[in-house]
């Protein structure tokens, strides 16, 4: 299932992005986010399964929330209260395998090519 990744751009801390991720066909798999900075291993960021379980990584919690659009095979990142720490290249995930494998990389099957987020102090 290709994946097409959008939304990044540069802003202010403090600001909010968000950011979308369509694949190329209405597919039921749980689609999810991870992002990769400078010199860092990609992590994850948030998840959303087909049974409808949301997962976030703890520094996101409370400013970031992952929503899907089943009719437009989207799922979505609103990204708020930006800091320069969340500055990465953020990718855009689907089929997970195990459902406890969530913040694997491995654990997925499709990737999107990715997205630049960038926040400045």
């Known amino acids: 299932v290709p994946l097409q990744a959008c939304g990044g751009g540069l802003v202010q801390a403090g600001d909010s992005l968000r950011l979308s991720c369509a694949a190329s066909r209405r597919s039921g798999y749980s689609m999810g986010w991870f992002r990769q900075a400078p010199g860092k291993e990609r992590e994850f960021v948030a998840a959303?399964?087909?049974?409808?379980?949301?997962y976030y990584e703890d520094s996101v919690k409370g400013r970031f929330t992952i929503s899907r659009d089943n009719a437009a095979r989207t799922v979505n990142l609103q990204m708020n209260s930006l800091k320069p720490e969340d500055t990465a290249v953020y990718y855009c995930?689907?089929?997970?395998?195990?459902?406890?494998?969530?913040?694997?990389?491995?654990?997925?099957?499709?990737w999107g090519q990715g997205t630049l987020v960038t926040v400045s102090s």
């Open positions: 959303v399964t087909r049974s409808g379980n949301i």
């Open positions: 995930a689907a089929q997970l395998g195990r459902e406890t494998s969530y913040m694997m990389t491995s654990a997925w099957g499709y």
